[in-house]
């Protein structure tokens, strides 16, 4: 619900600050270097775009941020347990909220968004949770459940958020409403982590490690790991699907209103139509599937999501691309986590999956400038083009590269050592 107010509260900051004319604030060094980056263009670029683009860089800083504490926080989980640092997190996030209550002016707005991103754990943690509570079988259907409740939040929580910024009770931020709220859910949220979530994470059957909890469940000793997938090669094929991904889209406010002169208001529902089938298939379609087809599924549907975006002339066409991509969203992501887990001893999982969302985050923070660039460099059809050869790439990467790993075997030889 937090991020769905984001656009309106750089608005909002933008129109509180302008008249000031401060040059050393930072807005406005922010908002003269995205000048500088329209004005290297030759095509003219519409002033409406500039609070997305604001957003696109603090969405960028947020993801590099995430880039490189996701394995901070993945080796710390190891060491010290999921239930520890994932509590952790959320004291970071509620922190985070807590800024934005009380952010008057776009610097602690900024402050909160860089807490957000150095603490934000959650997703990962929760990964890891799924990869100790669940057996290798049931990895891929756990993992698209959990992925199916993070869609219907995003679907259902721009919605809440936009109906709770119109209820002003702070004069000095108008936002405050929806972020109160966001921080009670939080704070509630904490608390019943902290009195029901019970340790996952395995520990050695005979260590005396003291940074392992006592209530962790042991790893089984005859367990021996058999990799199939390289960690360097699924951190790739991570990076490089939400490269193209992630700048596709970033480019879709821009391309709605250049074709169909979309306001908020109609790319908001375009946007929930996506989740709202992504929460469907990952609930009763993608848990059915092994990882690596459903992984293939979702990057096949975006290769033919890009080109069929490139000469897209009818919103009819435009649903199709985004069903095609809903259908992206409720698979590939998911299932390379699930097949990272599968690769990952019991003993390593915060870890890998950590690195692996390191990747992904460094993917998703570059993938909307370079886009983008393309995207008003060289028009729609060539970024298209170039983004649907990008995603076949990625499909070869997938189909050529990866394979699905067999479950973990116990032998007597295992057993006698």
């Not at 290297?40 to 409406?48: C, E, Q, T």
């Not at 604001?54 to 800083?61: F, P």
């Not at 979530?197 to 006592?214: C, F, M, Q, V």
Request: proline letters at 4%; charged letters at 15%.
């Amino acid at each position: 619900m937090a991020a769905s107010q984001v656009s309106a509260t750089q608005q909002f900051y933008r129109n509180l600050e302008a008249p000031h004319q401060d040059s050393n604030s930072a807005l406005d060094r922010i908002l003269r270097a995205l000048n500088s980056y329209k004005n290297s263009f030759a095509r003219p670029i519409n002033d409406r775009y500039d609070i997305v683009l604001l957003g696109g860089a603090l969405g960028s800083l947020f993801s590099m941020l995430q880039a490189i504490v996701s394995p901070i926080i993945g080796r710390l989980s190891d060491k010290y347990g999921r239930r520890p640092v994932l509590l952790w997190s959320m004291t970071g996030n509620v922190l985070s909220v807590t800024l934005w209550v009380a952010a008057t002016d776009f610097r602690t707005f900024l402050a909160s968004r860089v807490v957000g991103g150095l603490s934000e754990g959650n997703n990962q943690i929760a990964s890891a949770i799924v990869t100790d509570v669940s057996d290798d079988q049931s990895r891929g259907s756990t993992m698209a459940l959990v992925g199916a409740c993070f869609s219907v939040a995003f679907t259902f929580g721009p919605a809440l958020g936009a109906a709770l910024s119109n209820i002003q009770t702070v004069a000095a931020n108008p936002f405050a409403t929806a972020a109160g709220f966001s921080l009670v859910l939080l704070v509630v949220e904490t608390v019943y982590l902290y009195f029901c979530l019970p340790e996952t994470r395995p520990t050695p059957p005979k260590s005396a490690d003291a940074g392992w909890a006592e209530d962790s469940p042991r790893i089984p000793k005859a367990t021996k790991l058999r990799r199939t997938n390289s960690h360097s090669l699924l951190n790739f094929t991570h990076f490089m699907f939400l490269l193209f991904f992630s700048g596709m889209e970033f480019s879709f406010p821009f391309m709605t209103y250049d074709l169909f002169s979309y306001g908020s208001s109609q790319s908001g529902r375009l946007l929930g139509f996506i989740g709202l089938i992504a929460a469907l298939l990952q609930g009763g379609v993608t848990r059915r599937m092994k990882p690596l087809r459903a992984v293939q599924l979702g990057v096949t549907s975006c290769a033919v999501a890009f080109f069929v975006l490139t000469t897209v002339k009818s919103e009819r066409m435009l649903y199709v691309a985004a069903a095609l991509l809903a259908v992206t969203a409720a698979t590939v992501v998911n299932g390379l986590t699930s097949l990272s887990s599968l690769e990952a001893s019991a003993d390593e999982r915060g870890g890998k999956l950590g690195n692996h969302r390191s990747w992904g985050q460094l993917g998703r923070s570059l993938g909307p400038v370079l886009f983008c660039t393309l995207y008003w460099w060289a028009g729609r059809n060539m970024a298209y083009s170039t983004g649907g050869a990008g995603m076949v790439l990625v499909c070869g990467l997938v189909f050529t590269g990866l394979r699905s790993p067999p479950l973990y075997k116990k032998t007597d030889a295992d057993t006698s050592e």
